[in-house]
């Protein structure tokens, strides 16, 4: 069965430094790799996707996640963080042999960050 | 171009009644997925919709049940509520339903159930 671990509740960063938001995935066959966010009150929006190819994956508002194989790791980062970037992220998978859409969330990391 | 739609925004019902949610997928979209998100929680897949079949299900009873319109619109529906079901539903919306595509989802509709 497929599944998603999102280790850590909160991440807390100052506005202008680094984020890494971490995932870890279990999945039968080959990932597909989702990240959204959500902001309070609302749906969620779609940042990114690792399908195949580049291990490197660049999305929306400046987020970018790096896929390791070897690890089973997704982990969304940013170069530099906004105050606007709060917000709760989820990280999802697909099991590519499924054959279907079915997303398998994990529990969401809450991002915090200070002026 | 309109995004995915859902309606109502909040609803409140007692134990024991019904209720039905409606989504409007994303303008060219014809896939439709439901999913519940309780408080403090991942969004945790309910059932999916295409060519207005029940394409796959996740680990929901019978009390929900859904539809899909020629329109491609869809509608949940939860039978015999009870106080668990009290959640964020969220509608998403896809193309063809292909494994490799984004699914975008809906602001979502808040159930209480008292």
């Known amino acids: 069965a497929q599944s998603v671990a999102q280790p850590e509740d909160q991440v807390n960063v100052a506005e202008g430094n680094p984020l890494t938001v971490k995932c870890t995935y279990s999945v039968s066959g080959n990932p597909y790799l989702f990240w959204y966010v959500q902001y309070p009150n609302r749906g969620l929006q779609f940042l990114l996707k690792?399908?195949?190819?580049?291990?490197l994956v660049k999305g929306s508002y400046g987020f970018e996640a790096e896929f390791n194989k070897s690890q089973t790791s997704f982990h969304l980062k940013k170069p530099s963080a906004l105050v606007s970037d709060s917000a709760l992220y989820f990280c999802?998978?697909?099991?590519?042999?499924?054959?279907?859409?079915?997303?398998?969330f994990g529990t969401g990391t809450r991002l915090l960050v200070s002026p | 171009d309109a995004g995915v739609t859902q309606s109502p925004t909040h609803l409140i019902k007692t134990r024991g009644q019904q209720v039905t949610l409606r989504c409007s997928p994303k303008s060219g979209h014809d896939t439709v997925s439901w999913y519940q998100q309780a408080l403090g929680q991942g969004p945790q897949f309910i059932f999916q919709y295409y060519e207005e079949e029940e394409r796959q299900r996740g680990n929901f009873p019978d009390r929900f049940s859904g539809h899909q319109f020629p329109n491609y619109s869809s509608e949940l529906n939860v039978n015999a509520l009870l106080l668990g079901d009290s959640a964020l539903y969220l509608c998403a919306s896809s193309f063809r339903g292909g494994v490799t595509d984004t699914q975008y989802f809906g602001p979502g509709t808040r159930l209480t159930v008292l």
């Open positions: 690792y399908i195949t190819g580049d291990n």
């Open positions: 999802a998978v697909r099991d590519m042999n499924t054959g279907f859409q079915k997303l398998v």
